[in-house]
């Protein structure tokens, strides 16, 4: 308890786990997402990634980097910037909401956390970007699992199950993503007073035109119902045209520029409008189609709240968890919804319950990477 | 069959005609095929060099019926293969000789077409073209497109994470699909994803795409649907050199194009492409490439200048841009008829399937030119050069003694290097029977013990699709220390040595 | 694929034939998509790739057909749709008609099964014998339902169903027309076409005179062989093939004919079909090579000398039944369409275009549960298009889908007849 283990390379990594017979490890990187989820605390050493930070390879002209699973995501974004690339599912920085400081997040906590940012809607989530990886599992047993070219089929797509995984099968000790290229241009379509339910509508119409908008989120606390197109500065004036002529009916539209639309969609990303909210903090995962039912059946016309995902990810904070009404109706939607932080301590699972069926088999799949329960899981704290 | 497959099981083969009646108790009589004549037909699928005529073949309609087989089936250790359209190029429908086939061919609805969340419903053995047709009148379709799309089945898809020259834009069908409907080997019935953009727990449905049939059999699929692009145009670029065609591709991806279909195909390949279809291809020419780029028209016009700039910067010696629908399908007639064109030239061939770094293709092509010579087998490639993914065309004739096991190692030595100069053994058409051998050249004895346990947490008894992707086969109890948790032993079933 | 047959085997020109065919199949799968019967059954044996493996497996180990085997080919339609798609050239057709010889030759239906094939044989060929046959029908009618329950009888009732209620008046040929000047043409008679409708004739007849055609009338000409071609009666069909030949090529001889033109799709693929069917016959393999050189489907024909100025017609919404034996058997498939649309139609086109309605010969007596299967899928399908009428180049297809549709049922050429200055088609 209160040990800290650092390993710097995968061998280091797996002699630590080897030797932890009996103990639990909490997998850790820069803990920005410490507080997620988190219910109540458990007995565990701390396996802290941060020195397995090389930059192995990052080939631009192929778009893959390797490197390690501790090093700094935004360092990771630097070096990509300054060879115009990015990371195609924008992940955000949820430190400060969740009591961490801004920027210590890992690459490998954020594919571990599958922690996807606006961009989702159109470039996939994290799990579509992660190619192959080295780690180790609970039992002590470096392996590795896919490649470095996107088209691979060989053998199990071991990546999409360690993305979101949140540390609970293995350590990442090495992941390989695929980058690509930052846009030229970028605009943001702003409408206005749009309720709920208008807002909705209006961004699945303009994610069913083929306009490949990136980014589509309601922002009721601060009035404003975005839509983001990128790409080359003729297309992006081209399509914000069309964009605007499709959802005339829903308002006149402001346009906001390539400054003003990469703040945006930063704050979007990090929930400004949420931070500092007190309350119960929900993530509920549902169609996209049915954001705003979630608000109206819950209440929460006037709750603080933001819709990402083209309505498909419903951030809100309520006063009392009401666990059992949220998931209740979440699962009625098509979704779920994960219990993200609470202001006072409540007997409700942080993440949403599986189904028997589904939850056994996730058991089992635990047993293949890690059969001693090394590795806290904190979706099943106590397990 | 030079093939090593599992040994079949005595027991099972002397009740065939057992489980046939069984079978017949839980589907219609004509829906269990146990006639020796007609199993035969169902002995292959697009790999035609291996054969093996199933146990029985059933023919279910429904998941529950999927459901009880499994469960029948299970309880009384007998091996199931799953079979949708046949089309698999690397044998992933193989049958056993001990193993009932389970053909989803006739899961063939489309449950539901969801605008408003921009995805639809679909049984497994709906075909891919069949999901796209379903969608189209609402102005969407389903993205990934492999050549075979006509004929192979979504579910079939999701077993081995198709691709198709569109993947390179729209991703692979692991990005296109949001839920399956999973019929675990014991007969339980679990939904993995669902209809929103994820679902809790583990990404069971990411490890399930891909997983060839060993996993689970899919009985439903929530497939995503892409708006239909307004505009597309085309451009055929023919260079000189190999390493020109190369770098225009890099150089183009380099630019921030993402092109909706970029494809290579080297001269061996234009040649017979142009003998069988006419498209008009230039004969004069080492490499041409085929871009297609989608979007709205202010998008695609400035577009495809930069990508004949770009050409030109590389010394493309044909350059010709689509006018209209009809000379962009010309463009592709060839490259569609590439791989029949080869089959016109000789008896048989043989359709590899590999990755790599788009950089090494000059290389890459180069060495399977030297091998090829040297073993004495014409090849040609067919590239989706966009991704790497590269299909070389090997000639031989099956009916010669001998042409067959040397058309096998040439295409080994190929896949060799792929894994050589940083790539993978498969880009889209999975590992099947075909690759199995070849695992251990990308993956250490560690890495697919991992990939066995994960395997064994579905299926502990092995009774899913035995003898395809891994090498050899190892029960639980073989893989080292068995771990005591809690008291219990896991897999007390299993005898223990 | 590999192929497996002995090198004695191959001596023989009838097995090389089909096995050059079947190494062509490199069982990509293509077809089962466009197979009526896989689309419809989902079972591979049931399919274009099944049917070549069964053929291929029967003809390398001269295997006794098994009832499976002849179940699976006999559920083949003949539809050739299979051949449209094939990227490799398959030419699936030699393979089916070799497979249904070789199994008449060896394979003893029961005899239900021998009576009924007997015999359509020997009556549709004939038009006399059918006319009557459809007479007596008229008596029977009443009892249909009870025939159709019992199974034996099924076909029987089946048959009653398909035949039209009133039997046309054949309609007298007109006297020998005045030399046309443009072409000197011969129209197959046919067998069922004449009993059945034959209006498409007249209609034929004025268009082409209209055109400026003359019609010869050729001695001898009668049912093309089809038919009995697929029931696998290789004998007959050669021998109505031959007398075919022979009555056209002494006009040819004569006078000179510019085509030898079809009406009925059915028998338009089958004539073009003669050169192949009598290669091995040295004193006819050249005449039925230019004989089938010069067979035309009668769109082809309109198209060719060009149509004649229309607008007598409405502007119907005609929906256009592309035929399996015109789009996949002969290969034409736009044409027809265009010359309703230039006539003065709104052609419309049903989904599924490509699948048969389930006519194809005798099938739809001979395979009553899925022929009906077919018959609903197209209709709804071309229900769908809210026809006004439906057009088909084909008798087997007319008769087999007028009793679904709403909309009346006219051959493409009664409608081109009308639209330049024809009459009426019946049931408009």
Not at chain 2, 108 to 126: C, K, S, T, Y
Not at chain 2, 445 to 466: T, Y
Not at chain 3, 98 to 126: G, I, K, N
């Amino acid at each position: 308890m209160g040990e800290t283990l650092q390993p710097a390379d995968a061998r280091e990594a797996a002699e630590m786990v080897a030797a932890a017979e009996g103990r639990r490890l909490e997998i850790r990187g820069g803990g920005s997402k410490a507080g997620y989820g988190a219910a109540q605390p458990v007995e565990a050493a701390v396996l802290d990634t941060r020195r397995l930070a090389q930059i192995v390879d990052y080939d631009p002209q192929e778009f893959v980097l390797t490197a390690g699973a501790g090093a700094s995501l935004g360092e990771i974004e630097a070096l990509l910037a300054a060879h115009g690339q990015r990371l195609a599912f924008e992940p955000p920085d949820l430190g400060p909401l969740l009591g961490a400081p801004a920027g210590c997040a890992t690459l490998g906590g954020t594919l571990a956390a599958n922690l996807s940012g606006p961009r989702r809607v159109a470039a996939g989530a994290a799990r579509d970007h992660l190619l192959g990886f080295e780690a180790v599992s609970g039992r002590g047993v470096v392996f590795k699992s896919g490649g470095r070219v996107v088209k691979n089929v060989t053998g199990f797509d071991l990546a999409k199950l360690m993305a979101g995984s949140w540390g609970a099968l293995a350590v990442l000790t090495i992941v390989t993503v695929r980058t690509v290229a930052r846009p030229r241009a970028a605009a943001t379509l702003r409408l206005r007073g749009l309720t709920d339910a208008q807002a909705v509508e209006a961004m699945g119409a303009a994610l069913s035109l083929p306009l490949e908008v990136s980014g589509a989120a309601h922002l009721p606390l601060e009035d404003q119902t975005v839509l983001r197109l990128e790409g080359i500065a003729a297309s992006v004036t081209a399509r914000l045209d069309r964009l605007a002529e499709t959802l005339a009916p829903f308002g006149v539209a402001e346009v906001l520029g390539d400054e003003a639309t990469r703040s945006l969609w930063t704050r979007v990303g990090a929930l400004a409008p949420l931070a500092g909210r007190a309350g119960a903090l929900w993530r509920i995962s549902v169609p996209p189609a049915r954001g705003a039912e979630v608000l109206e059946a819950l209440g929460a016309g006037d709750a603080p709240r933001l819709l990402d995902w083209a309505g498909g990810l419903v951030w809100l904070t309520l006063a009392e968890p009401r666990a059992a009404e949220v998931r209740a109706l979440a699962e009625r939607l098509g979704g779920h919804a994960t219990l993200v932080r609470r202001d006072a301590p409540c007997d409700a699972p942080a993440f949403h319950p599986e189904p028997p069926a589904l939850a056994a088999l996730a058991e089992r799949v635990r047993t293949a990477f890690d059969p001693q329960r090394v590795f806290v899981d904190r979706r099943r704290p106590g397990a | 069959m030079a093939l090593q497959m599992p040994d079949p099981d005595g027991e099972v083969l002397k009740a065939r005609a057992a489980i046939a009646a069984a079978m017949r108790k839980i589907l219609p009589a004509d829906s269990v095929i146990d006639l020796a004549d007609e199993l035969r037909v169902y002995e292959t699928d697009g790999l035609t060099a291996y054969r093996q005529p199933p146990l029985l073949v059933v023919l279910p309609e429904t998941t529950a019926q999927v459901s009880t087989i499994l469960r029948w089936c299970h309880e009384h250790g007998v091996r199931v293969v799953p079979r949708g359209s046949g089309t698999s190029l690397s044998g992933g429908a193989l049958p056993l000789q001990d193993g009932v086939l389970l053909s989803l061919a006739r899961l063939n609805q489309v449950i539901e077409v969801d605008a408003r969340n921009r995805l639809a419903v679909v049984q497994p053995g709906v075909t891919n073209l069949a999901v796209t047709r379903a969608v189209e009148a609402k102005g969407f379709f389903y993205a990934p497109d492999p050549s075979s799309q006509i004929a192979c089945s979504i579910g079939g898809n999701v077993a081995e994470n198709s691709g198709g020259v569109h993947c390179l834009k729209y991703g692979l069908t692991t990005h296109n699909v949001l839920g399956v409907t999973l019929a675990l080997v014991t007969g339980e019935v679990v939904k993995l994803g669902g209809l929103a953009f994820d679902a809790p727990g583990f990404d069971l449905l990411g490890v399930v795409v891909g997983s060839e049939g060993l996993l689970g059999v899919v009985t439903e699929v929530v497939v995503k649907l892409t708006p239909a692009p307004e505009t597309i145009r085309a451009a055929l670029l023919g260079f000189p050199t190999v390493e020109g065609a190369a770098q225009c591709v890099a150089d183009i991806m380099a630019a921030g194009v993402t092109p909706a279909g970029l494809e290579m195909m080297d001269r061996p390949a234009i040649h017979a492409a142009e003998a069988f279809v006419h498209a008009g291809y230039p004969l004069d020419v080492e490499a041409l490439l085929i871009v297609e780029l989608d979007g709205f028209a202010d998008e695609c016009e400035p577009l495809l200048d930069e990508v004949c700039e770009i050409a030109r910067a590389n010394g493309v010696t044909t350059l010709r841009t689509a006018a209209d629908a009809a000379e962009r399908a010309r463009f592709w007639a060839g490259r569609k008829a590439a791989f029949p064109a080869m089959g016109a030239l000789a008896p048989d061939y043989y359709c590899m399937d590999g990755t790599i770094p788009r950089r090494a293709l000059p290389d890459v092509l180069q060495r399977t030119m030297e091998m090829s010579r040297a073993c004495g087998l014409d090849v040609a490639n067919v590239f989706h050069a966009g991704d790497g993914n590269l299909h070389p065309l090997i000639l031989y004739d099956a009916n010669k003694p001998g042409e067959l096991e040397k058309a096998e190692a040439f295409g080994a030595d190929i896949l060799r290097l792929c894994v050589e100069v940083g790539g993978v053994l498969t880009g889209e058409h999975g590992v099947g029977v075909e690759k199995r051998d070849l695992m251990p050249v990308m993956f250490n004895a560690a890495d697919l013990e991992q990939q066995q346990r994960l395997k064994q947490a579905f299926d502990p008894d092995l009774l899913l699709n035995p003898g395809k992707v891994f090498p050899t086969l190892h029960r639980c109890a073989e893989l080292g220390r068995v771990h005591v948790h809690g008291g219990r032993v896991p897999f007390p079933h299993l005898p223990r040595f | 694929m590999r192929t497996d047959f002995t090198p004695a085997q191959l001596t023989d020109p009838e097995v090389a034939a089909s096995e050059a065919e079947i190494r062509k199949c490199v069982r990509c799968g293509f077809c089962t998509a466009t197979c009526p019967t896989y689309v419809l059954l989902g079972d591979e044996l049931d399919s274009p790739r099944g049917r070549i493996y069964l053929i291929k497996d029967m003809l390398e180990g001269e295997r006794q057909p098994s009832p499976e085997v002849v179940k699976h080919i006999d559920r083949c339609l003949s539809c050739l749709s299979c051949s449209t798609t094939c990227p490799s050239g398959v030419d699936y057709r030699k393979l089916i008609d070799h497979a249904r010889a070789y199994v008449e030759d060896r394979y003893r239906r029961p005899w239900p099964d021998r009576l009924y094939r007997s015999l359509l044989a020997a009556v549709l060929p004939h038009p006399e014998r059918f006319r009557l046959a459809l007479r007596l029908a008229g008596l029977a009618r009443p009892f249909r339902g009870m025939l159709e329950k019992a199974p034996l009888l099924r076909p029987a009732a089946v048959m009653l169903a398909l035949a039209p209620r009133r039997l046309p008046r054949p309609e007298p040929e007109p006297a020998a027309s005045e030399p046309g000047g443009r072409g000197r043409v011969a129209v197959l008679q046919g067998c069922a076409e004449p009993v059945l409708r034959p209006q498409i004739r007249a209609a034929t007849l004025r268009l082409f005179e209209r055109m400026g055609l003359t019609v010869v009338r050729a001695e001898g000409e009668a049912c093309c062989g089809a038919l009995v071609h697929h029931l696998g009666r290789e004998a007959a069909a050669r021998a109505a093939a031959r007398a075919n030949i022979d009555a056209w090529t002494a006009e040819l001889e004569g006078d000179g004919l510019d085509a030898i033109v079809i009406t009925a799709a059915g028998c338009g693929t089958s004539v073009k079909g003669y050169g192949y069917l009598l290669r091995d016959d040295p004193d006819y393999a050249a005449k039925a090579a230019r004989v089938s050189a010069l067979a035309r489907d009668v769109s082809e024909v309109i198209a060719a000398f060009g149509l004649p100025p229309a607008g007598r017609a409405g502007p119907l919404t005609v929906a256009y039944q592309s035929a399996c034996s015109l789009q996949h058997g002969q290969g034409v498939d736009a044409l027809p369409a265009l010359l309703l649309a230039q006539a003065g139609f709104v052609v419309k086109q049903p989904a599924e275009a490509h699948l048969c309605c389930g006519s194809a010969g005798t099938y739809n007596i001979l395979e009553p549960v899925i022929a009906g299967r077919l018959r609903a899928r197209k209709a709804a399908r071309l229900a769908e298009l809210k026809p006004d009428v439906v057009a088909s180049g084909n008798i087997g297809c007319m008769t087999q889908l007028a009793p679904a549709c709403e909309a009346p049922v006219a051959h493409t050429v009664e409608l081109l007849d009308w639209a330049t200055g024809g009459p009426r088609p019946e049931g408009l």
